[in-house]
């Protein structure tokens, strides 16, 4: 079973900082694309950054130059700073995991059970 377990959001003032990991488990080989999507109440869920298993990196148009994807495949951990937030940042942030190789499963794609980011103006 692959799991997502999603860490470090919060409460923080516009213009702030926070960094999101979330860190991937069960018998892993590879993960093709690790990322970001979020969702704001009553909205619909977006895709907020992107990264592939090199260096290769996908961001919204609304995040791009605040936003940092990083991840670390030895961990098989994928992170977001996320810098000089906006009010309009908040949401519920999922972690995502794509192409997933097993040593016992099929190749899948995986979420993260969601952290709660809040950004008060």
């Known amino acids: 079973q692959v799991q997502l377990v999603e860490s470090g959001g919060g409460l923080v003032q516009a213009g702030g900082s926070l960094r999101l990991s979330c860190a991937a488990s069960?018998?892993?080989?590879?993960?093709?694309?690790m990322g970001w999507y979020r969702q704001a109440p009553g909205g619909q869920r977006e895709l907020v950054a992107l990264i592939d298993s090199g260096v290769t990196t996908i961001y919204a148009d609304s995040v791009k130059g605040r936003f940092t994807i990083s991840r670390d495949n030895t961990k098989n951990t994928v992170y977001l700073q996320m810098n000089s937030l906006k009010p309009e940042d908040t949401a519920v942030y999922y972690c995502s995991a794509k192409g997933v190789n097993t040593w016992t499963r099929p190749m899948g794609d995986y979420w993260g059970q969601g952290t709660q980011v809040n950004v008060s103006s």
């Open positions: 069960g018998s892993i080989r590879s993960i093709n694309f």
